[in-house]
């Protein structure tokens, strides 16, 4: 995602920057002035640069979870539809030929829970 001088850029900003004030304290006050100028400058278009990548990397994975979401709650929904459709071939047929024994016939009982993705 960075480019290599991007990179590169911003190191040797930093490195400016940082060895600005012992360029002024060895006496060269113009130089040191000058090593933190353009360090700084190049160090915040590096920083620039960074913001911006993390700034599309986080819109990608907003959209990637938004989009999750929507498939796990569509497969959900195909649980669910599985679940009643099984349930409704379960069931027997009341034919009006057959006598009741009295027996007792037992239910399913299923839960379908909703599922949340965050």
């Known amino acids: 995602m960075f480019e290599l001088?991007?990179?590169l850029a911003f190191g040797v900003g930093a490195g400016l920057v940082a060895l600005a004030p012992m360029v002024?304290?060895?006496g060269n006050p113009?130089?040191?002035d000058s090593m933190s100028?353009?360090?700084r400058t190049m160090a915040k278009g590096g920083i620039k640069v960074g913001v911006t990548v993390a700034g599309a990397a986080g819109t990608a994975a907003r959209s990637v979870a938004?989009?999750?979401?929507e498939a796990v709650e569509s497969?959900?929904?195909?649980v669910a539809?599985?679940?009643t459709e099984l349930d409704d071939a379960d069931q027997p047929q009341a034919s009006p030929a057959k006598k009741s024994t009295g027996?007792?016939?037992?239910k399913k009982t299923v839960t379908v829970t909703d599922i949340t993705v965050e």
Not at 66 to 69: C, P, Q, V
């Open 81 to 83: 539809e599985a679940r």
């Open 37 to 39: 100028n353009v360090g």
């Open 66 to 69: 938004r989009h999750a979401a």
């Open 75 to 78: 497969f959900g929904d195909l």
């Open 30 to 32: 113009q130089l040191g």
């Open 24 to 26: 002024r304290r060895l």
């Open 5 to 7: 001088e991007t990179v």
């Open 103 to 106: 027996a007792r016939t037992s």
